[in-house]
C-alpha cells in the first residue's frame, strides 16, 4: 500500500490522485470517439506532471479502454489489418526492448516527434498511404516500439488507417492496441519495470475511464469520417510535439 500512495502522489483522495483522474477521464473520451488518443493525450501530459504512470499504468488504462471500445464495435473488426499491426507490433515490442538497454528514451523521443510531424505533413499535403499489409506491418514496428518505449504507439496507425471508415477504424484499432499493451506490459515486468503497484494504480483509475468511455459512446454515433480523420492527424501532430518537448526535458 505505501507503494501505491507514493506512485499516486500521496493521498489516493488527494488533488494529485484526483488530477490524474481527470485525465484519464479526458482521454478515455477521445479514444472512445476517435478509436484512438489516450496515449496520446495522456503521455505527454504525464510525462510533466504524472511520470508514475508511464509507461505501466498507461498501457494497464489503454488495454482496459480498447478493450472497451473493441466490444462495443466488435462487429466492425478488420481481422486480416489486425494480424498485419500485431505481427509488426510483436516485432517492435522485442527490438524495443533491446534499445532500452543502448540508446536514451530521449534519443528516441526527438526520433519519433520529428517522423510523425513528418507523416502529419505529407498527409496533409495529399500523399494517401495505402492500408495494406506491409503498410500496416511497418506501423506495427514502429508502433511496438514507440509503445513499449514512450507509452503512445498510436501515431503510427492513425497515419496508415486515416482514411478507414470510423466503426472500422476504432474497431481494427483497438483489437490491435490490446494486444500490444499486453505484449508491452509483460516485456516490462520481464525487465523490471512494471509489477503490482502499477497494476493497482491503474485499477484505482479505472472508475475514471469507465465513465469517460460511457461518455464517448453517444458522441461517436454522430462524428462524420472527415472529422475522424483531422481528429487523428491533430492529435498526431500533438502528440509529436509532446515527444519532442520530452526529449527537450
Known sequence: ????????????????????????????????????????????????????????????????????????ERSAIDFGSVGSMV???LIGNLLAVGLLASLSVAMFN??????????????????????????????????????????????????????????ILRATLNTTFL??????LALLAAIGRFGWPQLMLGLMLFPALYLGFRVSTPIARHVPRAAIRHFLLGLSGLSAAGLLLRALM
Not at 179 to 184: I, P
Open 87 to 89: 505481427s509488426g507490433r
Open 179 to 184: 494486444f500490444g499493451a499486453l505484449s508491452s
Open 110 to 167: 526527438a526520433l519519433f516527434g520529428v517522423m510523425i510531424l513528418l507523416g502529419v505533413a505529407l498527409s496533409y499535403s495529399g500523399w494517401r498511404v495505402e492500408a495494406n499489409w506491409r503498410n500496416l506491418g511497418a506501423a506495427g514496428v514502429l508502433s511496438g516500439i514507440m509503445g513499449t518505449i514512450t507509452s503512445s504507439g498510436a501515431p503510427p496507425y492513425a497515419i496508415v488507417m486515416q482514411n478507414a471508415p470510423p466503426a
Open 1 to 72: 500500500m505505501d507503494a501505491l500512495v507514493s506512485l499516486a502522489g500521496g493521498s489516493l483522495l488527494g488533488p494529485h490522485f484526483l488530477a490524474m483522474a481527470a485525465m484519464v477521464f479526458v482521454a478515455a473520451i477521445l479514444q472512445g470517439v476517435g478509436g484512438l488518443g489516450f496515449a496520446m493525450f495522456s503521455a505527454p501530459i504525464s510525462a510533466l506532471f504524472f511520470p508514475e504512470l508511464a509507461p505501466g499504468v498507461l498501457l494497464v488504462l489503454g488495454g482496459c479502454v480498447a478493450t472497451m471500445v473493441l466490444l462495443r
